[in-house]
């Protein structure tokens, strides 16, 4: 096995291709007098193997093959050594490591086992170190005797459940003792189906692993004081599992739980999953008054945020207070939860996951802590839940005009409704006269049988007073891509802009909102609403984008202005350079029967950091059109 560097210095050389001592230093953080030594050393172990390592003045270091097959078993073995080569991996090592470590480690002697240096081995300390405090865990060091691990048990084993866990390494921590594992998991499962427990496969799996990890620290000495931990109200039926499932832990090991081992396992099980209808499945589902106070909270700013009301919504209200009961749980305790679904999650139920970083913010207010993408993930599929039994917010409406009469129009009417369901919402009917005192913003489209001579704010489109075969495919083309083109409602390319001169966010949003002052009809103090909501705790999207709004509705119509920067600015502590600054009507003025498209459209984009980077790339507004309209 190749000694201390020798390691990091092979993976940085490529075969043919010369490497100057100098860059080889500054990455390794050494003299490039140690390089020069070292690559004796190296070539001297490749000389063995099939390999060499030629210099060439002002150019390096290269590594060549003399021994094809000799040289692929060589790196083979080096490969299989289980030595982590990445910085990701070298962290996850250390960390489970120093986790695992009972007593003292010296630094040099983690040098050697790794096969790094010492500047290497400070910066992944200085990295496990930070992931540790975030659990109150930290690292003592000592002279002569090296570095340790010092915090709660309790947060030692949160550490271990979450970190590991997420990042699928914890088949690793139960290799040793597997059977154990697949034990306790055939115990626990039949358990569950004995007391009719119900878990989801997800909170399933977590849950076994959180067992496994009490049990393997138990087994080695080191044990809970939960006396800090008052535990939520346990049912009969979880009370009775955990009693059997100890005792048949404590009769085949031959451990001795403790109460706060016991009470260990219940706080995990009252930490369950639960996602789905509370009204359907839990027939004894209790609903505490802050819980309650907390799910019409969330659908309350759902409502500020998007002008959506969900608050009559009882079924959402039901299903929230019965995810909130086990999420209360997680947040008091800093219990871990996984999420295999997420990414997904964010693909297909983007404007759900957006609405669910914003309802999260009352609960990240009133747990005093930040709510993890994971949780966020779960609460948006129940407001998946609510959008998809709303499907007529993605229809339009239509206006049909025709000067036959009214059993004519009404006839008319019928036969739209029948051929266009899937496309149209409301469809109103008048003649030409009506059109006088009609509110166009009810409509995103007329059709009509008589010629408009007059400009009107609607896309118009002359039809057959009878619909043939023709007829009806023409206007079911209209009616699809009016699905796309209604973004370009809210969307225009006076709106876009990439001149903006301001380089923070009060001159820069400022500056905007004097364009929409000029450009738009709001109310006189819109730019001071726009800078009033911005000193609310705002939603970070991480993909350089912001999306300021005014605090209230304050525009007869909806709309969003673009800006993309010259450069990053720092915005609410995140560095942005692409600004969506959307203004909404109020719903009940009607201009908005695609409301929901804006927003899911607006939040696919936001969420995407492809998408926001391409704009950045190509700061023109189709290109904006082409990403938003995806």
Known sequence: MLRIQLQELLNMMELDEYHPASLMAKQLAV???????????????????????VSKSRYGYKLVVTDEKKIKHFLQEENESNIPETIQERNIFLLKYLLELDGWVKMDDLCDMLYISKSSLSSSIRNVEKIMNQYNITIERKPNYGISVRGDEFDLRRLLCHYFIKNKSFKEFRARDN??????????????????????EIAFDNFIDYVYIGFSRTRRGYHLNLQFVSLPTIGVKEISFQRELVEKIEETYHLRYSKDEKNYILLYLAGKQRVGNAIENDYNFVIREEIDRLAL??????????????????????????????????????????????????????????????????????????????????????????????????KMNILVVCNSGKNLLKLLKYQYEQSFSDYVDQIYVEDKIGLEKFDFSLVDYVFTTVP???????????????LGENDVQAITNILERGITDVLRKYYTP??????????????????ICDIIMKQEQVDDDFCELVLEREKYAQMKYGNKIAIPHPNRICSPYTFAYVAVLPEEVLWNGEYVQVIFLTSVSDVKGGDDSNRQKFYKSTAQFALNREYVQQLIDHPDYETLMKLIEC
């Open 452 to 466: 408009i001579t007059w400009k009107i704010p609607c896309p118009i489109f002359e039809i057959s007073v009878f």
């Open 31 to 53: 003299s490039e007098k140690t390089v020069r030594n070292r690559i004796k050393e190296l070539k001297s172990v490749l000389n063995q193997h099939g390999g060499d390592i």
């Open 494 to 511: 006076e709106r876009f802009l990439t001149d903006i001169k301001g380089r923070d966010k009060d001159s820069i949003l400022k500056e």
């Open 297 to 394: 909270g969330m659908m309350e700013r759902i409502k500020q945020e998007y002008h959506m009301d969900f608050c009559s919504n009882f079924e959402l209200r039901m299903t929230l207070n019965q995810h909130l009961v086990a999420l209360d749980v997680r947040l008091k305790y800093g219990l871990p939860l996984t999420n295999p679904m997420l990414d997904e999650i964010k693909k297909q139920y983007c404007l759900a996951y957006d609405m669910a970083l914003q309802a999260s913010a009352v609960l990240r207010d009133y747990y005093k802590t930040e709510i993890c993408e994971d949780e966020v993930g779960y609460i948006a599929l129940i407001f998946a839940l609510a959008l998809n039994k709303d499907t007529n917010r993605e």
């Open 179 to 200: 059977e154990a594992f697949m034990w306790i998991a055939q115990n626990v499962q039949e358990l569950l189906i004995k007391y009719e427990i119900h878990l989801t």
